[in-house]
């Protein structure tokens, strides 16, 4: 990657405007991702968006900070326009990011690509787990399978969640639930979060006290989906691989799980079934 982060000007946005959020939603598009105007809304909400302009204003680089509470911060989004690349904006976009999150005194973590892990790790950033996207092509509608009416529990499953991942992120769960194509499905053992993307529906998170609860939850999170489906599930889960692989769901990319320094996340890592995505953790 070209080292010209010294010419590019990194803006930090302010309320999402509808020329910037076309912008934004272009890059997505361009770069074969799956978020939604709804995920960049959260990010400007909760978080930053930053973004670089061309000479006409137009958005060819971007990067986001999501808090996790006081101490935690997730980057990602670390796109740029496919014509661009290679020439340093992500780069700048990165450090614009990372320079937000130290300065409001939070660790910083991602989950970065493989090309990204090479990277990142130049900066100081630490691995700490290995993931696996797992993708399942679309398929005709099941019948739908019933489901309780009745509204999740939004602090009882932050709580779970903010004990997983070592980090409270309320705000999020409950932009996730409070969107009409969610759904929730939950047992004694835990909960997975269904999300429909701008491609493929996303599983995540998904909690469990153990992997068979994991296996069961993944089972009716996917069970009256008819569209593409992802999860991205940690690689030590061998019994819910299995299951995945039985579902017809099939190995897409890989992600690390990334700390800036030697400080892990404090979480109950073993109860992480299934990441609410590599741009949310």
Not at 82 to 104: E, I, S
Not at 115 to 132: C, H, K
Not at 240 to 269: E, I, K, N, W, Y
Request: hydrophobic residues 45%; proline residues 7%.
């Amino acid at each position: 990657m070209a080292n010209t982060d010294a010419a590019v000007v990194v803006e930090t946005l302010g309320p999402l405007t509808p020329a910037v959020q076309a912008g934004l939603d272009a890059l997505v598009l361009q770069s074969g991702w799956n978020q939604t105007p709804q995920d960049w809304a959260i990010f400007s909400r909760e978080g930053s968006v930053c973004v670089v302009r061309d000479a006409q204003s137009r958005i060819i680089a971007s990067g986001a900070v999501l808090p996790h509470g006081p101490q935690v911060a997730w980057i990602s989004m670390i796109l740029v326009a496919p014509d661009l690349r290679g020439r340093g904006l992500g780069r700048a976009v990165f450090l614009h990011c990372l320079a937000l999150v130290k300065a409001g005194g939070r660790t910083a973590c991602l989950d970065a690509t493989p090309d990204g892990q090479r990277i990142y790790s130049q900066f100081g950033f630490a691995p700490v787990y290995g993931l696996t996207r797992w993708q399942r092509a679309a398929r005709p509608q099941a019948v739908p399978a019933a489901r309780s009416q009745q509204l999740p529990d939004a602090q009882a499953l932050a709580a779970l969640d903010a004990q997983a991942l070592g980090a409270p992120r309320h705000a999020l769960l409950a932009d996730f639930l409070a969107r009409p194509d969610a759904a929730c499905v939950r047992s004694s053992e835990g909960f997975a979060i269904v999300r429909r993307g701008r491609i493929a529906h996303q599983i995540g998170p998904l909690l469990a006290l153990n992997e068979a609860g994991a296996a069961e939850l993944m089972k009716r999170a996917v069970q009256d989906l008819a569209g593409p489906v992802f999860i991205d599930v940690p690689d030590e889960r061998a019994l819910l691989a299995c299951q995945l692989h039985d579902a017809g769901f099939t190995p897409q990319r890989s992600f690390m799980r990334m700390v800036l320094g030697d400080q892990p996340l404090q979480g109950q890592t073993h109860f992480i079934h299934a990441i609410a995505g590599p741009e949310f953790g």
